[in-house]
């Protein structure tokens, strides 16, 4: 089985034999999936626990042997075996979000979870608490894997880039909350202190944003009037321009046609007197 399209660690080269490691410890030790539970065989080989997955996943009967270390029965381009390795990804993790809502994958995650490997909280407050991984939704596709602090209650974003290409559909939105009902001796205490905003050592006073807001808006409003009455006198200006302009135009024109008629005249009693 051709395993190329992601580099292990030099460590684990140097330790391992990649060609006498099964598919899913090989998959779970590479840099990057160290969030992901190594799932038991037996779980996948029952159908019952795959059901409705077929139809989500392309090649699935081909990603499902890669998973489980069957060899293709004819050769593959280079191509084929990128989209395969692609759908195996996919499938792993949608079986993935299911067995680690089972006694098992909790007992698994529970684990990983005591020795802080999905990572620490980076709130001051709640002093390293360690994270779960949580999804933001069910459905693969739709946001990338988050981690949940169970002490502020919040959610952030993985601390290494390494981690921000997982699915949070791997993880779904149920598994870090059943967990903690399940173990309850791990649901930490509140952070025993809270930020407080000060200035010159006095708290802020809720109202004073909203006030230093309201002051804003109304310099804002001040200003804006104040460009809309500039405006309007130099478009005012403007049209007093044009409206002297054209009664100068008229004036000359009038002038002009004065001159016409008195020098008409002149060539007329001109004419006359010969």
Known sequence: MDRKYKDTSSEEEDSLNEDEMAWIPWYCNLKGNEFFATIDEDYINDDFNLTGLSSLVQFYDSALGIILDSDPDDPLSEDQQEALERSADILYGLIHARYILTPKG???????????????????????????????????????????????????????????????????????????????????????????????????HKSARERQLQIQQKKNSLSNNNQNNQNNINNNNNNNNNNNNNNNNNNNNNNNNNNNNNNNQQNNNTNTNK
């Open 106 to 204: 909790l007992a698994h995650m529970h684990e990983k979870f005591k020795k802080a490997e999905f990572g620490r909280c980076p709130r001051v407050f709640c002093q390293n608490q360690p994270v779960l991984p949580v999804g933001l939704a069910d459905m693969q596709g739709v946001d990338t894997v988050k981690v949940y602090c169970p002490r502020c209650n919040d959610i952030f974003n993985p601390k290494y880039r390494r981690h921000s290409h997982i699915d949070g559909a791997y993880f779904g939105t149920t598994f870090p909350h059943l967990l903690l009902i399940t173990y309850p001796e791990l649901i930490p205490t509140k952070p025993p202190q809270q930020y407080i905003p000060k200035i010159y050592g006095f708290k802020i």
